[in-house]
C-alpha cells in the first residue's frame, strides 16, 4: 500500500545527511594557527575536490530517483535510508582512495588491496540501494507509462553494483593490484551502460547520464 508521505520531508533528511557527509570529507573545520598549518591543509584540497565531486554526483543519481517517481512506500523509505547509511561509510574510502591517488603514499599490496575493497562495497552497495528503489517503484508505481523508465534505471544501476562487485573480488584474490586493475575495471562501466541502453532503446530526454 502506498503510504501518503511528504516526499519533501524525505528528501529533506537525505540531503541533511549528504550534507553531514561532505562535512566529513574536509581536512579540518578549525583556522590553522599559522601559515605553514594553513599549506598542509590546503594540500589535501584536491583530494577534498575528487572526493566532493563524487558525493555530488551520487547525491544528484539520488535526487533523479525522485523525480522520476512520485511513488513512495517502507521499501523504497528503508532502502533509501540504507543507502544514505553507506553514503556516510563510504566517505572514508573515498577520501583516502583519493589522496593515495594524488599524493601517492607507501602501501603494501595487502594494503592497497584492501583499499579498493573498501572502495567497492561502498560504491556497490549504494548502487544496490538505487536498483532495490528504482526496481520496487517500477513494480508499484501506479503510473504505467513510468514504470519501463523506472525498469530501465534498476537494470541500469544493477550493472553499478555488478562491476563494484566484480572489482572487490579482483582485489580480493589480489590480481593486477600494482597496474590498479580493481580500479581500472570500472571502466567497463561506459560500454556496458552504453549496450544496456541500445538493446533496451530507452532515450531519456535528460541532460544527466546518471
Not at 517517481?69 to 566517505?91: E, G, K, R, S
Not at 593515495?100 to 567497492?120: K, P
Amino acid at each position: 500500500m502506498k503510504i501518503q508521505f511528504p516526499d519533501s520531508r524525505l528528501e529533506a533528511f537525505s540531503d541533511a545527511v549528504f550534507a553531514f557527509a561532505a562535512t566529513l570529507l574536509v581536512v579540518s573545520l578549525e583556522v590553522p594557527e599559522n601559515f605553514t598549518l594553513l599549506k598542509e591543509q590546503l594540500s589535501g584540497f584536491f583530494s577534498f575536490g575528487i572526493s566532493f565531486f563524487a558525493l555530488v554526483m551520487i547525491w544528484k543519481t539520488h535526487y533523479n530517483f525522485f523525480r522520476r517517481t512520485d511513488y513512495l512506500d517502507n521499501i523504497i523509505i528503508a532502502a533509501n535510508m540504507f543507502l544514505l547509511f553507506v553514503v556516510l561509510y563510504f566517505v572514508y574510502p573515498l577520501k583516502f582512495l583519493a589522496n593515495q591517488i594524488l599524493e601517492r603514499t607507501s602501501m603494501t599490496q595487502v594494503e592497497v588491496a584492501e583499499l579498493f575493497e573498501l572502495y567497492s562495497l561502498g560504491f556497490s552497495l549504494i548502487f544496490f540501494s538505487l536498483s532495490i528503489m528504482y526496481w520496487w517503484a517500477g513494480r508499484k508505481d501506479p503510473d504505467q507509462g513510468r514504470r519501463s523508465k523506472l525498469q530501465f534505471y534498476a537494470r541500469h544501476f544493477t550493472i553499478f553494483w555488478v562491476v563494484g562487485l566484480f572489482s572487490i573480488l579482483i582485489a580480493f584474490l589480489e590480481v593486477g593490484i600494482p597496474i590498479g586493475l580493481p580500479g581500472m575495471i570500472y571502466t567497463l562501466l561506459g560500454p556496458l551502460c552504453y549496450f544496456h541502453g541500445v538493446r533496451f532503446g530507452y532515450d531519456e530526454p535528460e541532460t544527466n547520464t546518471a
